[in-house]
């Protein structure tokens, strides 16, 4: 039985947007195909979440489920090859390394065959090209296996990008690969048009002429506000000693997706929020700061409804702070609050790492919303069906 097309997503690095590619990619394809005859997985996932079973899979798949139309019963099978804890140091260590990753194919050929009565499958694949190599499946390597033709992902700009363009391109063409073209992601908004004049499928074709039949350009994707920032609830995940301040939040106020983080050192005699915030942006301050948290609801108060706060985390908190003065200043506040031990150097270091390591979660409603309006606006539909015979 012929195998359908392969998309193979292939990114220039973690988080370049490959999940959010493939829930744009599938919201184009499912205007001309039905949705049932679309298969996705995640031949080679590393972030694990639990199903009701104890089955762990990746939570890549979860996001596809939760957001898409698609016929996904069986969310085990896609997620065949799963890189947890130990596997990477038991087959380095191991003598017959090649039977492991034999074992890893056979998983993955398992999946194909599950996903063979579809029209078209996208394959996601996992951080830069050469991720998976150390088990012996780079995403290059897994893209050849299942025959699949590659949509990359890079960055926005032109310098920057061009210059990993190279570097990514020779990797995939030394491995042989079948790179179909190129989306470009995250230009900022101002350079748009700058972007999609000077980098085209003519300029990528004299640069790299090596590749037959050339690029194709399927897109230049602007950076979206908030799409890549986290909310109050994944940041407080990130803190395993947080403590929330159980005055009356609105859940929604939870999981809407902040700004940016403001450190708050000034003494209070001089503090002005409005002058130091914005609206959804994050305000760390010390647990004992009470006059100046007091100062921070009220100045919340202020602001529209749709404009507010994106929450507050209290420093160096311990069982004497925040303090019932604090604790009163946030009651009734509507502000996601809660304190950690931590230092705030410390809570700023882990609040960083939270906000580049970002990925979209289920509740992530309006993100994916506003990713179905970025695709219909800039993805190229009708060239992509061309180039990948769809």
């Given at each position: 039985?012929p195998?359908p ?5 292939a990114g220039?690095?973690q988080h370049?947007?490959k ?7 599938i ?18 996932g590393?972030?694990?979440v639990?199903?009701?079973?104890g089955?762990?899979?990746?939570k ?8 898409t139309?698609?016929?996904m ?7 065949p090859?799963?890189v ?11 003598d017959?390394?090649?039977?492991i ?8 050929a ?7 009565t579809?029209?078209v ?5 996992t951080?830069h090209p050469?991720?998976?190599?150390v088990i012996?499946?780079?995403?290059a390597?897994?893209a050849?296996?299942l025959?699949?033709?590659i949509?990359y ?10 210059d990993?363009?190279?570097v990514?391109?020779?990797y995939f063409s030394?491995?042989?690969c079948r790179?179909a073209g190129?989306l ?6 101002e ?21 037959d039949p ?9 950076r979206?506000?908030?799409?890549n ?7 407080a995940?990130?803190?395993k ?5 159980h005055?009356d ?21 001089v503090f ?8 959804r ?16 609801v ?6 529209p409804d ?11 908190a311990?069982?004497r702070m925040p303090?019932?003065?604090t604790?009163?200043?946030?009651d ?6 809660f304190a ?12 960083y790492k939270?906000?580049?390591k970002?990925?979209l ?15 219909t ?10 180039t990948?015979g769809?």
């Open positions: 039985m195998m097309p392969v998309i193979y997503i220039e690095r370049a947007g999940t959010v590619t493939s829930l744009g990619l919201s184009a394809l499912s205007k001309l195909i039905d949705p049932r005859d679309i298969g996705y997985f995640k031949p080679v590393q972030e694990m639990e199903l009701p079973d089955e762990h899979i990746d890549d798949i979860l996001i596809v489920k939760e957001f139309p698609l016929d019963p069986d969310l085990g099978i896609l997620s090859v799963r947890v804890s130990g596997i990477t140091r038991d087959y380095i260590k191991s017959h390394p090649e039977a990753t034999a074992g890893f194919a056979a998983s993955i398992e999946t194909m065959h599950y996903l063979s579809k029209k499958i996208i394959a996601e694949g951080g050469g991720v998976g190599s012996g499946l780079s995403n390597r897994v050849n296996l025959g699949a033709r949509l992902l890079v960055g926005g700009g032109i310098g920057r990008t061009l990993e363009l190279e990514d391109l020779s030394h491995h042989r790179v190129v470009f992601n995250k230009v900022q908004p350079k748009l048009e700058m972007m999609v004049d000077v980098v085209t499928e003519s300029a990528l074709t004299r640069l790299f002429p090596e590749w050339p690029l194709t350009v399927f897109g230049h994707m602007p979206v506000m908030y799409l920032n986290p909310s109050m609830h994944l940041i995940q990130g803190f000693d947080h403590r929330g301040i005055a939040q609105p859940k929604d106020a939870w999981f809407r997706a902040c700004r940016k983080v403001k450190i708050i050192t000034q003494d209070y005699e002005d929020p409005a002058r130091r915030l914005r609206p942006d994050i305000a760390v301050i010390g647990a004992g700061s009470h006059r100046r948290v007091k100062r921070l009220e100045y919340n108060r202020s602001l749709d404009e507010k706060l994106g929450g507050i985390i209290l420093t160096c311990n069982d303090d019932e003065a604790q009163a200043s946030l009734n506040s509507r502000i996601p609050t950690v031990s931590q230092d705030t150097a410390d809570t700023d270091a882990t609040i939270i906000f580049n970002t990925k979660q289920t509740y992530d409603k309006m993100k994916h919303e506003r990713i179905v309006e970025l695709f606006e800039h993805f190229d539909a009708a060239r992509f069906i061309r990948f769809l």
